[in-house]
């Protein structure tokens, strides 16, 4: 039997097809459209593609522009994707120039709320015309580039609605600080690629306040600090006195400052954008890394062991690193919503200047454990094994030892003995040394 020529699915008409399409097909359909049509769109500029929908000469269209770190577009591109989809067939999507179709690119937001990760599509590189009566009462395109080189998000209208397109402008900026952008009040991180910031979301961070023991009066500062970052911040603000800056954490390696930052970053979660920033970020991006800043309302910015990237002044360190580090806090200081926390192995390997009180309001120092300290850590990592261990005799054996030590040890024992171990082979390990990590050059020689 010879399939029918008028069957339903053969005669699906233009419209069917494009209501069961895809956002990105619609779009990509749409340009091919033009294309083939007698006003071949996609050779045309991103201006004549404006003067043209807009019906306007090419001397009365206006640009109102915002050239702004690369997140910012990218989240300003998933804004408007959100009002193309909304608008549907009456936006007109048209080429970025010189030739090329509009490109998409992809925003990761990790996981969601079921742990699933996931990634929308937003648009790269295109002009998109909204009709009057759309995006605002007056016709306008939006421009979108996201080459490094030229980055822009751009309004594209009459002269005389240059007002009409500012403000247009002014509400997507402002939507960035606000539940529209789904980076918001999350923690991510930031890395340098291609000499340019690149901040994606984070993993989730499991660390804990339990699980981290300090001495009470520690915890305590760390509390006045939250509260200057949360509770306690509209009153400082609206009584002239400043709001919270920022936070240096001291202490040698191993005592708990990241676990520290990580535990504070998880309680602003909601209230501050959290970014960590890697070594590189630090020592080549750091003004960049500030601006992005301004993408996400008040943000937590997290400089883990700064010491190593900044150094002294006097110990011929990197000091162009550690002059950009005190130029942009002190840029920073006129702003009320940007938080810094950074630690350092040995406050004085950091330059006094990074250290004075103006930058960071207070300044913390992570003890190394006492006895019944290090007694408490290790009843927290041995907890789940249920053993009968004297917590407070293991942590005399455990003299000088940091709470990373401590969990070294326990890690050791595991690996020897599996989850049931004695107090004895406990105490064997403990005294032996041999958790600590060492190079073993018999082997490799
Ligand atoms: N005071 C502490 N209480 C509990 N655990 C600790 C403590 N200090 C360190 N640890 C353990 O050691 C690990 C490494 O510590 P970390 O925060 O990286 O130290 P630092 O950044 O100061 O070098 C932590 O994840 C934690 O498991
Ligand atoms: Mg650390």
């Not at 404006?50 to 001397?59: K, Q």
């Not at 049931?420 to 406990?426: D, E, G, V």
Request: aromatic share 4%.
């Amino acid at each position: 039997m010879t399939a029918d020529p008028a069957s339903p699915k053969s005669s699906r008409c233009v419209d069917e097809i494009l209501a069961a399409a895809s956002e990105e097909s619609r779009a990509a359909l749409k340009v091919l459209g033009e294309l083939v049509g007698n006003e071949p769109a996609s050779v045309a500029t991103p201006a004549q593609f404006a003067t043209r929908h807009l019906g306007i000469d090419p001397l009365s269209l206006a640009s109102t522009r915002f050239t702004g770190p690369s997140t910012s577009l990218a989240i300003l591109g998933n804004m408007l994707r959100l009002e193309i989809a909304k608008h549907g067939d009456a936006v007109l999507i048209g080429s970025p120039g010189d030739g090329l179709p509009p490109t998409w690119s992809q925003l990761d937001l990790g996981l969601d709320e079921h742990g699933v990760n996931t990634q929308v599509t937003v648009p790269g590189r295109l002009v998109a015309f909204f009709p009057a009566g759309t995006l605002t009462a007056k016709g306008l395109c939006v421009l979108v580039d996201d080459r490094h080189w030229s980055r822009e998000f751009a309004i594209l209208s009459a002269n005389a609605d240059k007002g009409v397109a500012e403000g247009l402008l002014a509400s997507f900026r402002e939507r960035l600080k606000s539940s529209d952008n789904p980076l918001r009040g999350r923690v991510l991180q930031a890395s340098v690629n291609d000499g340019c910031i690149r901040v994606g979301v984070s993993p989730a961070i499991d660390s804990r306040r339990e699980g981290l023991i300090l001495p009470d009066d520690l915890w305590r500062e760390i509390d006045v600090f939250l509260a200057a970052a949360t509770t306690r911040r509209e009153l400082l603000r609206s009584l002239g006195l400043g709001t919270s800056r920022g936070l240096l954490i001291a202490g040698p390696p191993g005592v708990g400052k990241t676990h520290l930052v990580r535990v504070i970053a998880a309680s602003l979660v909601g209230q501050y954008t959290t970014i960590l920033a890697d070594a590189t970020s630090m020592r080549h991006a750091l003004a960049d890394l500030y601006a992005e800043s301004d993408t996400f309302g008040p943000t937590l910015i997290v400089l883990d062991d700064i010491d190593l990237v900044l150094g002294h002044r006097d110990s011929g360190g990197d000091n162009t690193a550690l002059a950009d580090f005190l130029a942009t806090l002190d840029g920073v200081r006129q702003r009320d919503d940007v938080l810094t926390i950074a630690t350092t192995n040995d406050p004085k390997s950091l330059d006094p200047a990074a250290q004075r009180s103006s930058r960071f309001d207070m300044i913390v120092t992570l003890p190394m454990p006492d006895a019944p300290s290090r007694a408490r850590i290790l009843g927290r990592h041995l907890e789940p094994l249920g053993l009968s261990i004297d917590l407070h005799a293991m942590a005399e054996h455990l003299e000088g030892a940091t709470g990373a030590d401590v969990r070294e040890v326990v890690r050791r024992a595991i690996l020897e003995h599996g989850s049931s171990f004695t107090q004895s082979q406990l105490t064997d390990i403990a005294l032996s040394g041999r958790w600590r990590a060492t190079v073993n050059r018999r082997k490799y020689l």
